[in-house]
């Protein structure tokens, strides 16, 4: 006959299903969950994107400004850097991952297509999400090489006697190059020893296809936005019929907003109202 | 007028299908699409040819049998119609008609352009009801329902599972269909004890049954001969939050 | 054959009652081990298939549709009628219940009609629970609107889809059942006949419809709540599907069929506007509320414009016949003026067959958003239909088949002449009698349902020895070879004539002689023009394909070669009931202002067919109906 208990006592047991792991299955597994998941992380993006908007905006107000913010980012937060650069990561392959992986299932929902398919009130920007998001991932990635890792366009010294110039011909000295030559972006410092930022910044946008990359991929930002906000909201369960216009013309005002910030760095630049 | 109709002929489930091509003649505007539909197989049944099987029956926009994919649209051009209330004065003399099933995984292909879509009356299962007995229920004015809520009921309710939502969704997703009872029940107190539950629960069958997931396309809404609103979607949404939250608080 | 209408002893007040304080009921933990088989999933079916299995009963349910949710009630629209009073206008469950009786003409078991008006309270509590959202005032409470037939205001409605959100209350609960396991659902399933075993009803064979499979399914009792026979006359405002096929051929299995001859025209429908029409449409009779029906008093004014014919000119018939119910006058009586002043050459729109449901005075009245908001849906059907807006000229509506208040005999428990087959909704015969009022048919279908089987059928199963048979036993395989070769042959005529066509031109038949008014040579026209059609149809269908998959030119030839030969039934029943009664309007008997002349002394009986073979003519049984408490009386609504 066996001593043991029938029911022995011993760390506490969950019932099936109400253990976290059940919860995220069933919750975050779902195509809601995962569409709130996408429109979450998409909101919190925006969010970054306002904040590094605003931060370039100190563009045009002095190189001395500027740099100081960098410097700040850079150097004063330590640690704290990395996990920021870390969450945002973990946001945009979120973002990312979950929008493929719904987008593939929804594929695979319509395993026949059509032979003619019509939209009637699906706007444009909504059935070009994808795509957009596509570019905007490859963009990113163009802009940390350019301006984080400075792999890809160095800086020269093209108009005579200005800020850039005067930033470049420092280097060449202090690093014996010969006489317009290029230096690297992150080679730029300031008066303070600080990386010259704002230099760079110039540097980049001065030359026309580095603009013209940055003007179409902020174009395809706002598209992209302007369905993403006011869509993320709606799957957020905010807004109802009553404001759903209400939420488009957020999206758009938003998006907008981004848009002219971003674009206006370029612009001035272009424009020579920043050098 | 005359017109010559693409229409998809698939024998059974797993037949490959294809388009077949008819000219028809002698219609009228006063006709109803399906109306033509039934001209063209009495036409083939005198020829000894089998006639093209499609779903329908009340003919008049309420039952939701009808489900035709019509030039790339579903139920065709007039918006708030099914099939059966679409006429052929919304169509020009002449003109080459393309006529296909829902295509949808869910929605097989039964033969023609007639599909199944047991996957909507599986999602109902799942928990698409006020879970009441026959019997012993309150007097019907026990409760007052605020009119604004029976009219936000109704809306939704008025949905006829016909299936145009998940056909006309780029994404192949019915969460209208889904949102549409759950919006109905949750708009009045009888539905109120298992809004959390329904929402979870429908939500979970709707991506069983393998439709896609909802990106506001509004396509749906456009497609609906009911003209039920996406708000219902974002409605749901928002029920599957507070689901989501209560089970994190409540277990 | 016996008809024993089995009506418990009492007062009238008392005799449900007493029914239940005297019935057997089934322990809880047997009634899982009977098996119901339930045809057909509209109201009446659904709600009984949902609530026999939250008894413990095992359900079998079986639908033609590929959902319940498309049985047919789906497209009633006005409303549903309860004794709820609650507009504190006099109503109540003895008012309902003559009001019912008296629309019937006096026609109906006033037993049954009795215990509709009951029950009728607790319908709205059941549908309310389950989240119908009927129009509520803006208190909070339910509305009520009129309807035809009566004085109160006793309707309780959604929108113009009332039987779309009841069905729903019932599919849903249904859908619960079938979650929970209790129901087992077969849809693209259509019962092609009754297996009759020693009496009993054993059991039913269909025919899958995807796969054409022929199966049977046995239980310990069938119910059919298959609906009703308007599609007989071709042009109705019932769903293409509905047929008579599963109580036809329940009747050639010895089911008596009742009254088959009643059968209602509907006055407000869009008319007829060409011969491609497959259906046509109603108007809810709700529009009556506010719609004034009218005509021009001049046959020389028909073609003119509506709007420029001035008030003086217009004759009002239902105000000026029927004062007191004016434009809600029943709709057999509203269906008749509309047809006699259409005889006499003053119907207005193609072919003269129209009268005109004028808003102006109403929109005048209330205002066009108040209008907007009561009937838009239906004002948007009709400009859909007609490319006419109703806003601004007045609609055109003529009658149209709509219901069938005959159909198979059932007693006072809704079980037929045949042991454990009951028989609900529309598909029975109980209590309209010889016209239904509006709003009565989702009554009764949802009574039958919910609160009236689940009681009667309890009662069945514990007074009665259990005895399933096996559908393998030999009698079903014996059922199963004949539906079979009746498939067959429908396959192996090879004609070259669509059963559609046979369909059109039996619905021509029926209308023109056995519509809304027959005479007694109609009704014997009628006979040999159908046998003729019946003849060549075996002759000439064409139905290609094979049985083996789904083949809708064979669903419909089976259905249309059923409607050749009840049509025969209906016209016999027609032509041997000599009187004028509710939607039966035989010529020869009407009073000198044209109003229908009942012969009560010969005639308060239901009649009972009873089949004797395809050769031989039916023979006619007779249940009298004995009013014991109600005094028949001349139906007048003026």
Known sequence: MSTAAINPKGPRVYPAGQSPRAWADTYLASTVGQKILVGTTGLLLVGFLIGHMVGNLKMFSSPESINKYAYFLKHDLGALIWVARGGLLALFVTHLVLALRLRLAARAARPVPYRVMKTAQATLQAKTMLWTGVVILAFTVYHLLHFTLGLVHPASAAAPDDYLTQRVNLQQAERNLSPGSAVNYLDLKDDAGRHDVYAMVVAGFRTPYISAIYLVCQVLLLVHLSHGIQSSLQTLGLVGKRFTPAAVALGWAVAGTIFVGNVAIVAAVWAGYVK | ?251 | MKLDARVPSGPLPQKWENFKKDQKLVNPANKRKFRVLVVGTGLAGGAAAATLAELGYEVLAFCFQDSPRRAHSIAAQGGINAAKNYQNDGDSVWRLFYDTIKGGDFRARESNVHRLAEVSVNIIDQCVAQGVPFAREYGGLLENRSFGGAQVSRTFYCRGQTGQQLLLGAYQALSRQIHAGQVKMFPRTEMLDLVVIDGRARGIVVRHLESGKVESFAGDAVLLATGGYSNLYYLSTNAQGCNVTATYRAYKRGAAFANPCYTQIHPTCIPVSGDHQSKLTLMSESLRNDGRVWVPKDPTDVGKHPNDIPDANRDYILERLYPSYGNLAPRDVSSRAAKRVCDEHRGVGPGGRGVYLDFADAIRRQGEPKIRAKYGNLFDMYQRITAENAYQRPMRIYPALHYTMGGLWVDYHLMSNIDGLFVLGEANFSDHGANRLGASALMQGLADGYFVIPYTLGNYFASTKQDRRSADASEFKAVEAEVTGQVKRLLSVNGKRPASEFHRELGKVIWDNVGMSRTKQSCEAAVSKIRGLREEFWQTVSVPGTADNLNVALERAGRVADFLEFGELLATDALLRNESCGGHFREEYQYPDGEAKRDDEHYTHAAAFEYQGDDKPPTRHQEPLNYETVKPAVRSYK
């Open chain 2, 1 to 251: 007028m005359k017109f010559t109709l693409h229409i998809w002929r698939q024998a059974n489930r797993t037949a490959p299908g294809r388009m077949e091509t008819h000219a028809i003649d002698g219609i009228t505007g006063d006709m109803s699409f399906l109306e033509m539909i039934d001209l063209l197989n009495e036409k083939l049944l005198r020829e000894g040819k089998e006639a093209i099987a499609f779903d329908h029956d009340c003919r008049e926009g309420i039952c939701g049998s009808c489900s035709m994919m019509i030039d790339g649209q579903a139920h065709g051009p007039e918006r708030g119609a099914a099939t059966c209330q679409l006429h052929m004065r919304s169509f020009a003399d002449g003109a080459d008609i393309i006529v296909e099933p829902w295509r949808v995984g869910a929605f097989p292909v039964i033969r023609d352009l007639s599909v199944d879509r047991g996957a909507f009356d599986r999602i109902i299962q799942s928990g698409g009801y006020v879970s009441v007995n026959t019997g012993g229920t309150p007097d019907g004015n026990a409760l007052p329902v605020p009119k604004p809520h029976q009219e936000r009921a109704m809306d939704a309710a008025e949905c006829i599972g016909c299936g145009a939502c998940a056909a006309a969704c780029p994404n192949a997703s019915a969460m209208l269909f889904v949102s549409a009872k759950v919006g109905h029940l949750g708009a009045l107190p009888q539905g109120q004890a298992e809004r959390s539950e329904r929402a979870k629960n429908m939500v979970a069958a709707h991506d069983r049954e393998g439709f896609g997931h909802c990106t506001f396309y509004g396509e749906c809404e456009a497609a609906c001969p009911k003209s039920i609103s996406t708000e219902y979607i974002t409605q749901l949404n928002s029920d599957y939050l507070a689901s989501a939250a209560k089970a994190v608080v409540k277990g």
